[in-house]
Nanobody, 119 residues
Framework: QVQLVESGGGLVQAGGSLRLSCAASGSTFSKYAMGWFRQAPGKERKFVAAISWSASTTSYANSVKGRFTISRDNAKNTVYLQMNSLKPEDTAVYYC????????????WGQGTQVTVSS
């Protein structure tokens, strides 16, 4: 399995930007598809974005399409989530995950990083 550590969360005003990072260790990062998920208080964890091992394929939830961009650097064992035009409804704990394909299953998860967007 791969170990994942997220960073880059914080408090930002609506309309602002943040870039989340997820550093991987313990296994061959480049063989995994990677995903970002988020969980708002009192709600289920939801898919945000995913990227294939080669970065040739990306997918996004409709709610973030055009605002968020997922990318990866296999040389640095890191996946990123660039979040622009943030909205209060983007407030959540964001998790990265490693899986076999962009549609899962995802079997390694990070601890999460809090993103709070103020209005």
């Amino acid at each position: 399995q791969v170990q994942l550590v997220e960073s880059g969360g914080g408090l930002v005003q609506a309309g602002g930007s943040l870039r989340l990072s997820c550093a991987a260790s313990g296994s061959t990062f480049s063989k995994y598809a990677m995903g970002w998920f988020r969980q708002a208080p009192g709600k289920e964890r939801k898919f945000v974005a995913a990227i294939s091992w080669s970065a040739s394929t990306t997918s996004y939830a409709n709610s973030v399409k055009g605002r968020f961009t997922i990318s990866r650097d296999n040389a640095k064992n890191t996946v990123y989530l660039q979040m622009n035009s943030l909205k209060p409804e983007d407030t959540a704990v964001y998790y990265c995950a490693a899986g076999k394909t962009t549609v899962g299953p995802y079997d390694s998860w990070g601890q999460g990083t809090q993103v709070t967007v103020s209005s």
